[in-house]
């Protein structure tokens, strides 16, 4: 994997990525909620996260021509999974986890997942994703898919 000298490689760890996660994800975000509020066409989304630069080559091989991959920053992307909720999108997390992971050995790699049809409105699904993320990076669970069953946890 060749990485761009002037990349932005950032740490979530330590700052927050909040305003650029959304600025960068909402205009496709729109257009999927868009088809789900008329249509009633489902979709779920992703984020994968690594301390180091990610490989789009893996993610664009890795999912359908419907689905869309935005790049946040070279180590953060939003994948969103057209007509897709509840295990069929997760199971698309974990093929891509799969993929990546022969790829890159590795490198760790942190997963958080949520569906429209659990988390209908914008803010709320932009909210459990980065929650579940951040949640993903406290407990270190890399290289795992990380949804709302945590939630179940903390009750």
């Keep these: 994997m060749r990485i761009n000298p002037n990349s932005i490689v950032f740490n979530i760890k330590t700052k927050d990525y909040t305003h650029d996660l959304f600025e960068s994800v909402r205009p496709s975000y729109q257009k999927f909620d868009y088809r789900f509020q008329r249509n009633g066409l489902t979709f779920s989304m992703a984020l994968f996260y ?47 986890l799969s993929a990546y992971e022969t790829k890159h050995f590795s490198q760790q790699l942190y997963i958080s997942y949520a569906s429209i049809e659990e988390y209908p409105y914008e803010e709320i699904i932009f909210s459990h994703l980065k929650s579940f993320l951040d949640y993903a990076l406290k407990e270190n669970l890399v290289n795992q898919v990380t949804d709302g069953f945590h939630e179940l946890e903390t009750v």
């Design 50 to 96: 690594s301390p180091d630069s990610l490989d789009e080559i893996v993610f664009t091989h890795s999912i359908r021509t419907t689905d869309k991959i935005i790049r946040v920053y070279d180590n953060l992307f939003c994948i969103i999974f057209d007509i897709s909720s509840g295990i069929k999108g997760f199971k698309a997390c974990q093929n891509i």
